[in-house]
């Protein structure tokens, strides 16, 4: 997220960051920041060992100084994919609550917080009604909303739930900078009443991004991809775009895909040229994991695909602990982040509304 955010003048000043792979990758894109290192016999990173206070002084700064606050809590919890226990989930289920611990502590002007649309669902509706109350208690005005991507220039249909808070004010969301096509956006437009009229760029596609790749990107050392079965690729010559697995005649299928009871509807499919992708999960190099069949090749996406399609600049490299390139830690990388296009769109829109707020 912050990738974004620095394009339209926010500085970082402290990152707390759990993903040790994370943390190399932060360190060695963008050394200046400050990295929240413990060595207190505690996780490093790990936000429920954090005290605010300890994040000013990193950040050498008081309560109140600080004009953004961001996080995301892990998906997992609230994921349409896997078991959904939400704030019961003992991986991260309850993270929600040191978001606003630390948003109590730091008292910024205002914060973005984002999460997977399922926590939005009746069964973790507690879970938006209590952050709800308790930034209104704090002073902030919150706004919360399901975007897509996609409406912001991002070459994904990757839809999140977003809350924005301000303090002293209700913010507004971003207009989008992309659209469908001109009936959804004249549909959208009668809603405005009275908005200034503008007409937004069409979604960018998955063919204008990996056709305006920089081929020398697929030569570096985080640039990684599955090494297909001949067999594989014969099932992926089958399929055309926007088809998936349930075309491939039976004695083709692996034995896991005959019934097809367990299968999502996206499997093995391969992606369509003329859209944007789907959402990049963390295994977005696995055609068996969605689809991620590349449009015009018989083999799944690579590593720098992935982030061409997450909107990440070209210049920044994925980096791990070890040293040694890991596609399974780059894939996460990748698919954990948010699109840096959708937190530049979301940062301009707050930095006007906290430059207004402070006069």
Same mark, same amino acid.
């Given at each position: ?9 926010? =500085? ?8 040790? %792979? ?11 920041? +400050? ?29 109140? %100084? ?16 896997? =078991? ?6 003992? !991986? ?9 611990? #630390? ?7 205002? @914060? ?5 649309? &399922? ?12 952050? =709800? ?7 902030? $005005?919150?706004?919360?909303? #399901? ?17 924005? &808070? ?19 956006? +004249? ?5 405005? +009443? $009275? ?25 570096? !050392? ?5 090494? *297909? ?34 299968? $999502?509807?996206?499997?093995? &499919? !391969? ?22 069949? *590349?449009? @015009? ?33 780059? &894939? ?14 979301? $940062? ?12």
């Amino acid at each position: 997220m912050e990738i974004g955010l620095e394009n339209c003048g926010f =500085k970082t000043s402290v990152c707390v960051e759990i993903d040790g %792979d994370c943390r190399e990758t932060l360190r060695q894109n963008r050394p200046s920041w +400050k990295l929240f290192e413990d060595h207190n016999n505690r996780k490093p990173g790990d936000i429920r060992n954090i005290k605010p206070s300890e994040i000013l002084k990193l950040a050498g700064l008081k309560p109140g %100084d600080v004009a953004l606050v961001t996080g995301g809590a892990p998906c997992q919890p609230f994921s349409n994919i896997g =078991k959904k226990q939400g704030k019961d989930d003992p !991986r991260n289920g309850d993270l929600f609550l040191e978001f606003v611990k #630390i948003v109590k502590g730091v008292k910024p002007r205002a @914060f973005i917080f984002e999460n997977v649309a &399922g926590i939005t669902q009746a069964k973790h509706a507690e879970v938006v009604e209590y952050m =709800k109350h308790q930034f209104d208690g704090l002073g902030y $005005g919150i706004s919360f909303d #399901i975007l897509n991507a996609a409406d912001y220039g991002v070459p994904q249909q990757r839809k999140r739930f977003i809350m924005i &808070g301000l303090l002293g004010d209700k913010p507004a969301f971003p207009l989008p900078t992309h659209f469908k096509g001109t009936q959804e956006w +004249k549909k959208f437009s009668l809603s405005l +009443k $009275g908005m200034p009229t503008y007409v937004p760029a069409p979604w960018n596609t998955v063919a204008s991004t990996l056709k305006s790749m920089d081929r020398k990107l697929f030569k570096r !050392r985080d640039c990684l991809g599955m090494q *297909h079965s001949e067999e594989m690729k014969k099932r992926m010559g089958l399929i055309k775009q926007g088809q998936n697995f349930k075309v491939l005649p039976m004695n083709m299928r692996p034995k896991c895909w005959q019934t097809g009871k367990h299968q $999502g509807h996206d499997t093995f &499919g !391969r992606m369509e040229a003329d859209k944007p992708a789907p959402t990049i999960r963390t295994a977005g190099y696995n055609p068996t994991k969605g689809k991620y069949i *590349h449009p @015009f090749e018989d083999r799944g996406l690579n590593t720098a695909e992935m982030s061409a399609l997450q909107s990440f600049p070209a210049e920044w490299e994925f980096c791990t602990l070890s040293g040694r390139p890991s596609i399974v830690s780059i &894939g996460r990388q990748i698919g954990n982040a948010v699109p840096p296009l959708l937190a530049e769109a979301l $940062g301009k829109a707050l930095a006007l509304q906290i430059k207004k707020s402070s006069k």
